[in-house]
């Protein structure tokens, strides 16, 4: 079972991503932490990436769409994955269910999660994020234990340099100019479901697990 989890930034994505990936056990594969990873690493991909990133803008297609491929070819993703922040484009949509149809797949279900823009910005401002495991919290809502540190490895949980005032408008704007066409893209493929965001993480939670059994996965 292949589920993408579409949704503006700071949607909860990755958040609901890691707890399905869990019950469903299959892998999360997010391609923000990837190029996070990367960026950290000071790998070649890691400089490309943060020079589109950290200005808010999307990384270009080809070179998101081989990360995912090569990683969707592993083995572990043999009965399926958690696709959080991919495809983002109609282009990169489209690459995928090329591959995905070459390898007798397809993406099953796509998973819109719907919140509104004032309290993602709310969110954004408050989260924070361990650069060493990719635990993301917030500082409201889900705070690590002490305040500080990374409840899973310890170290000192960071603001991301896109989640800075102007580069999250930044975001916004390319997600309504290039993310938000796959709500129809999906729609019209007849594999779109919609998940109410709000109202707390455990409660967002059980509206995409509903929503889930209820398509019958
Ligand atoms: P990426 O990391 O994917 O960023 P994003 O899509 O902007 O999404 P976020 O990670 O900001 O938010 P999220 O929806 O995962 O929310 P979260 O669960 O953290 O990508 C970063 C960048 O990489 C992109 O901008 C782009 O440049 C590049 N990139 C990535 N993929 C690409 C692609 N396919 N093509 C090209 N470029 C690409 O939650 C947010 C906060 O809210 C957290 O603090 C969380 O604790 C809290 N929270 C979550 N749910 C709730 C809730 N229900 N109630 C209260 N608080 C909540």
């Known amino acids: 079972m292949i589920i993408m989890l579409l949704g503006a930034p700071g949607a909860g994505k990755g958040t609901q991503a890691v707890k399905l990936a869990s019950i469903l056990e299959i892998p999360h594969i997010s391609t923000g932490d990837i190029f996070r990873s990367n960026i950290k690493e000071g790998t070649e991909l890691g400089k490309l990436a943060a020079s589109y990133i950290n200005n808010g803008k999307l990384v270009p297609d080809e070179v998101t769409f081989s990360i995912v491929e090569d990683r969707l070819k592993k083995p572990d993703c043999a009965n399926g994955a958690i696709l959080d922040g991919f495809p983002r484009t ?21 998973v819109n999660i719907v919140i509104d823009e004032d309290e993602i910005v ?52 390319e997600y309504h100019e290039s993310t938000e066409p796959l709500i129809e893209y999906y729609k019209a493929k007849g594999n779109l479901i919609e998940s109410q965001g709000v109202n707390g993480i455990e409660q967002s939670l059980n509206n995409t697990i509903r929503a889930l059994i209820n398509r019958k996965i």
């Open 122 to 173: 709310e969110r954004l401002s408050q989260r924070r994020y361990c650069p060493e495991c990719k635990a993301t919290y917030h500082l409201g809502h889900r705070p690590p234990k002490n305040g500080v540190n990374c409840d899973v490895c310890g170290t000192e949980v960071i603001l991301r340099d896109d989640d800075q005032p102007d580069v999250i408008q930044k975001r916004f704007k």
């Open 90 to 110: 109609i282009p990169q949509a489209e690459m995928l269910d090329r591959f995905l149809a070459s390898e007798g797949k397809k993406l099953d279900i796509v």
